[in-house]
């Protein structure tokens, strides 16, 4: 089930991610047309990044800063292009639901491994959450406890308790707060509920 749910959150990931990309490439589409110049920037931008890497292979004898020069001022000239249109710097960059992940779900850690993201760890949480009976917190909380609908009749002989059910609920709400206010305590003990499904 866990690994199913995971699929099917890689598979969303994927659409938003195709999509991100090809709205990206639909707005330098649009915005070439109108700024030519802007694609003749991009293209020698990517001209000086293919030479880059060519030269540093080959060994070449050339001046990386003189062709990083070069780059910068492209960059600048584009940068105000796109100011004087009243459009942010990335623009022409696919706009990702997350900047971390790229909306891949996964990030490359400092040791260079692969790690889930904290946006798809988060998903998984909200999925596992939402199907618990946990989810309701707004409603189902101690704020809205309501002891008064547990008797307050001491009946040994039916409750098998020498108290009411009314001071026992009571008691283990109380138990129940005092566990969560202390529950960095590595001296608090955990709780364990028993009984059938539905009893009170």
Do not use: H, W
Not at 11 to 28: D, F, H, L, S, V
Request: net charge negative; aromatic share 10%.
């Amino acid at each position: 089930m866990a690994n199913d749910i995971l699929n099917s959150l890689l598979k969303e990931y994927e659409q938003k991610k195709i999509k991100a990309e090809y709205q990206a490439e639909k707005r330098k589409e649009n915005l070439y047309e109108k700024v030519p110049k802007l694609k003749e920037i991009e293209n020698e931008l990517n001209q000086f990044a293919i030479s880059t890497a060519k030269n540093i292979l080959n060994d070449s004898n050339f001046s990386y800063a003189e062709l990083q020069q070069k780059a910068e001022k492209l960059k600048k000239e584009k940068k105000e292009i796109l100011a004087a249109l009243d459009l942010p710097e990335n623009y022409l960059k696919p706009f990702y639901e997350c900047t971390i992940c790229n909306d891949t779900g996964y990030i490359m850690s400092e040791n260079y491994k692969t790690t889930m993201c904290n946006c798809l760890k988060q998903k998984l949480l909200n999925d596992s959450f939402n199907k618990s009976n946990i989810s309701n917190l707004e409603k189902e909380n101690f704020n809205n406890f309501n002891e008064d609908i547990f008797s307050n009749e001491v009946d040994i002989a039916k409750y098998n308790f020498n108290i009411s059910p009314r001071t026992n609920i009571s008691n283990i709400r109380n138990t129940c707060i005092q566990f969560v206010e202390n529950f960095d305590d590595i001296n608090q003990k955990n709780l364990l509920f028993v009984g059938n499904t539905g009893l009170r």
